[in-house]
């Protein structure tokens, strides 16, 4: 995790690159690209559905865009992954379907929503389960912090500072949601074979290592 001492690799760098790349230009689309891209409750009734995904693509304003970006940069620094791109796609794909039908569903009078931060929780909850499983205990403190975290927003709320800072409401359910899409995965993960998910040569390289130190 953390101290990566081999350095980060192209697999595990090149989708959140790519991600942060396309909400970065999506942000210079401005009030307009924004407005046509979110997450639109009537919108999507009327048939918009590329809504679905692209919500979760843009962002309330620029402070907004820096908090998801500097997400994604320790996603890959706290928990990198040599997941293949084909796979990272999959996972987008099925959890910004699932984070928005629960927001559709289950929102809780949610018109509209902007963000990555829904997907990030996803993420984060991905990318420490290996580690967590291996008994590495930054990811299971990092585990317990996520679900406390969650637990809290739905609880208590967030800091209305916080809502001042990013320019709208936070719509906390959507990281419950975006938590919650995480789970069907793991399941596919745990029973799909590896080299469908992992990149090439991450098995291999893990029984080096284990050669080595044994």
């Known amino acids: 995790m953390i101290t990566n001492e081999r350095g980060v690799t192209r697999e595990e760098w090149l989708f959140p690159a790519m991600l942060g790349l396309v909400i970065l230009l999506l942000a210079c689309l401005g009030e307009s690209g924004r407005e046509w ?4 409750h009537g919108a999507i009734d009327a048939g918009q559905y590329w809504r679905v995904w692209s919500g979760h693509l843009v962002h ?8 998801n970006g500097l997400g994604l940069i320790i996603l890959v620094l706290l928990c990198p992954e040599r997941v293949r791109l084909s796979w990272w796609t999959v996972r987008f794909v099925l959890m910004a379907a699932l984070t928005s039908a629960g927001l559709y569903w289950f929102g809780g009078g949610i018109e509209w929503y902007v ?9 984060y909850l991905l990318g420490l389960r290996r580690p967590a499983m291996q008994r590495d205990w930054i990811a299971i403190a990092c585990l317990a912090y996520l679900v406390g975290k969650l637990v809290w927003e739905e609880w208590v709320g967030i800091a209305v500072s916080n809502e001042a800072a990013i320019g709208v409401p936070v719509a906390t359910r959507s990281h419950l949601f975006g938590a919650l899409s995480a789970l069907p995965l793991i399941g596919l993960e745990m029973l799909l074979p590896d080299r469908w998910i992992r990149a090439d040569g991450s ?10 130190s044994g």
């Open 60 to 67: 309330a304003g620029w402070y907004h865009l820096l908090l």
């Open 37 to 40: 891209l979110r997450f639109d």
């Open 203 to 212: 098995v291999r390289n893990l029984n080096e290592n284990n050669a080595t």
């Open 115 to 123: 963000g990555l931060s829904g997907l990030m929780h996803g993420y």
